[in-house]
């Protein structure tokens, strides 16, 4: 069952504790950004390191990091007040050779602060059908465009290994999923009920060609959805 969605500012951040001084002069050794000096080049140092520490990215995972997907999950099922059964529920990741080691599928995280704060994960269904599993994100990591970073990351994937078509299933209650899934291209396709569930789950399925420019992303938008280009709103606006 693939679900969405837990957004984040400050994580992995060493502040500054002095400001960074500028003059018009600025002699050597007066911390100054003209004659930066000892003080000035630490502080500059101080602020290339703030600058890397926040750039967080997708990177390809592998089994040590389940554990880790794992309590992302985890934690965003708790923000969404639902039961947690990990052996029911993430049966693929615990079954990882089988789902996502190569050539079968792919995995990759986002790290931070020594855990994982985003996953995506990727597998082939057929010669030329993948499907898209575990896009999860901290609810501080959302709306930084990591999600769309993470999906991006696997239609690169796709586009490499020869799959021309992506699938997926949503939560009916990830509203910002679908939104960045239309935004992307994806169609919505269909809708499920899974049986016996203990968190009463609806799904939507997705589908869009790997090989899609942004133009023909919007376009193909448009089309699926007259309401739209009627100036009509929806529900959850993109």
Known sequence: MSKFYATAQGHGCRLLTAPLLFSARGAPGDGTATGLG????????????VVAETRLAPEPGGPPDIEGVVALIGR?????GWVFYPAQELADLFAFERHYSAPHGALWVVRRDGGIGGSVAVERLDAKTAELHR????????????????VETVLAWCAREGITHLVLW????????????ERMGFVKTGERVLPDDPNDTREYSYARP???TARGATM???AESPGRMAGGSRAHPA
């Open 38 to 49: 000892l003080d000035g080049d630490h502080r500059v140092n101080d602020i290339v390191a």
């Open 210 to 212: 790997v090989a899609m």
């Open 170 to 181: 949503s939560d009916t209650r990830f509203d910002r999923a679908h939104a960045l899934y």
């Open 220 to 222: 193909r938008r448009r």
């Open 135 to 150: 896009l999860y994100l901290d609810a501080d990591l959302r709306g930084r465009r990591l999600g769309r970073e993470l």
């Open 76 to 80: 965003v099922f708790v923000e969404y």
